[in-house]
């Protein structure tokens, strides 16, 4: 199964509020089978937080957690006009990207959270995401320029 479809994102994010964008998201996992307790791995979502905000200057949002809820290693992003409020330096998301990996994936998430940081250094890469024109735009470039690489 794809790490990313297209029903795992979400271009009209229309909240400001961090739990709210990241329920949404975890809805788009559940739907698509990916996530099997939307509570429990929210749950999970939130302890990481709690750790260390997870917003990365530039304007983005990097929810992850390790989860027995999740069933499938995946990827949902979603896109907010007014941005929310993530804990980075520099001001809101506005790129949010929620990963969920299962429990026992080991470092699986950690690869995918590296590889996408590494692409998050590059203006281009950003704002590609920040204009796509619809979800198959958004899960392919995140496939060329994430996954494959």
Known sequence: MPLITED???LDLETTDRAEATRALAARLADAGRVTDVEVFLA????REAQMATGLEGGIGLPHARSAAVAEPSLAFARSA???EWGAPDGPAHLVFLIAAPDGA???HM???A???RRLVHQSFKDALATAADPAAVV???TEEVIDR
């Open 82 to 84: 007014d941005g929310i």
């Open 44 to 47: 999970d979502v939130a302890a």
């Open 111 to 113: 690869k995918i959270l």
């Open 106 to 108: 080991g470092g699986e």
């Open 115 to 117: 590889a996408l940081a």
């Open 140 to 142: 392919k470039l995140i």
């Open 8 to 10: 795992l994102v979400l």
